[in-house]
């Protein structure tokens, strides 16, 4: 039996009565998650599960403690309640934390729940997916096979309660779907990979990226390699998401503070090229990262941290903005609810520019479409240097001549951004990160 958000706080806050002065904060999440694989038409993993969980932070004169629980029961309650108070009594002072005073919120509809998501049945989704297989195996003779076709939707609503008169609730769905393919030719073999995210059911289009998936693998087919070389390039969208998502933890105040980005102290600088304006929104319309609050009950806002390549602004939760004198920006999001909330990203993304995706390859008269990276997760966020295996299409006279594949481009993240020349019209999320296609002036290759 679920316990309701009113028995919850009544048991904490009773509980600690007995110790003078002791704040609290409260997080409560419950997720029902339905995921499933496809294989050869028929469901080869299927998964419907229930996660209810409690995060309980307390602070007593300056010591923090923690302490989270899932599946809360009364007995549990008051164990973790005792747990969190002893652990503040073992922490050091930090006369800087606090939890926010509960206020009046904006409370327009961002787009992030689905209300009609629960009434589609079982069967109708297991049908969605397998139209991607479908899809993907009726494009062209050379897909041999469906290696993954995946479904998975989530349904969360999150409470914050503190002793300070906060009391917030928010809900949200979201869908995602993925396919894996494998093209075969004249003994050549390539996979092909796409997915998606949505807020709404009616937002995915399994046919659309089942179709993408093979045309990825297709397309890969008798790749080879080019002599090294510095040449012009576009990156592919999904190229500069990822990334973005490294050079995103330069942004973090926190890591600013702490010297572990190289934009410490350059506010007011150009750092990248006069085309990059750089967003993060936690308030847009059907955003994964969307919410009118964050997980410390913040109030999420627009913040321009580059404009014209300059850099305006670093991201801040609210220890880090009151420890820096920074305007809060309500970027504090908790991972996972086994640990305590930080500074974090909501919806990051580079701003679109007018042009296809055609017109900038039209762009080189011989340069590099890169459409993949391999290793991205291995590049280090504090020097944004890499050397990354990369693949996709080489480029002369403005047309793709054939695909490319174990070569290496190396560089660093600031200095690759600051190349760019025109941006592409096709903005595209993945997940929280956000970016267009993008046309560099030169890059580094090297292959045979």
């Not at 010297?259 to 007011?268: G, H, N, P």
């Not at 750089?278 to 109030?299: H, M, N, Q, R, V």
């Amino acid at each position: 039996m679920i316990m309701k958000k009113k028995d919850i706080v009544r048991i904490i806050s009773d509980r600690l009565n007995k110790y003078k002065g002791v704040e609290f904060e409260i997080f409560f999440s419950q997720k029902k998650i339905l995921s499933f694989e496809i294989k050869d038409s028929q469901v080869d993993h299927f998964r419907s599960s229930r996660e209810i969980g409690l995060a309980l932070r307390v602070l007593d004169r300056g010591r923090l403690g923690f302490s989270y629980i899932f599946g809360p029961t009364p007995d549990s309650l008051a164990m973790i309640t005792e747990r969190a108070v002893e652990l503040a009594s073992q922490a050091d002072f930090d006369p800087i934390y606090s939890f926010p005073a509960g206020e009046r919120l904006d409370t327009t509809d961002l787009g992030l729940f689905d209300k009609n998501l629960s009434k589609i049945s079982e069967k109708e989704k297991i049908d969605h997916a397998k139209e991607m297989e479908n899809s993907a195996l009726s494009t062209d003779s050379r897909i041999k096979k469906v290696r993954k076709a995946e479904y998975e939707e989530v349904t969360n609503s999150v409470s914050i309660i503190n002793s300070k008169g906060l009391d917030l609730e928010r809900e949200g769905t979201m869908i995602t779907m993925a396919l894996m393919v494998l093209a075969e030719d004249n003994h050549h073999s390539e996979m092909g990979w796409e997915f998606d995210y949505a807020r709404f059911y009616a937002d995915i289009d399994p046919i659309k990226i089942g179709l993408s998936a093979a045309k990825r693998g297709i397309g890969m087919l008798g790749s080879r390699q080019v002599s090294t070389r510095t040449c012009p390039a576009v990156l592919e969208n999904r190229v500069v998401g990822d990334l973005l998502g490294v050079w995103s933890y330069s942004f973090l105040g926190e890591n600013v503070y702490k010297e572990k980005s190289l934009l410490k102290d350059k506010i007011d600088q150009i750092i990248a090229s006069p085309r990059i304006q750089l967003i993060d929104d936690g308030l847009y319309p059907k955003g994964i990262g969307s919410t009118s609050f964050d997980d410390e009950g913040t109030a999420q806002k627009k913040t321009i941290l580059v404009k014209e390549g300059r850099l305006l602004s670093y991201l801040f939760d609210k220890y880090w903005s009151k420890k820096t004198g920074s305007k809060l920006t309500g970027n504090s999001f908790r991972s996972q609810i086994s640990s305590p909330p930080s500074t974090s990203i909501s919806n990051i993304f580079i701003s679109p520019g007018t042009l296809p995706l055609d017109q900038l390859i039209a762009n080189m008269d011989k340069g590099f479409l890169i459409k993949e990276l391999m290793g991205v997760h291995m590049v280090d966020p504090v020097s944004g240097e890499f050397s990354l295996g990369a693949s996709g299409m080489w480029v002369e006279k403005g047309k793709a001549v054939f695909p490319v594949k174990g070569v290496t481009i190396s560089g660093s993240i600031h200095d690759l951004f600051s190349a760019v020349e025109e941006l592409g019209n096709d903005l595209r999320f993945f997940g929280r990160v956000g970016a267009p296609s993008l046309f560099l002036k030169e890059i580094i290759i090297s292959g045979l």
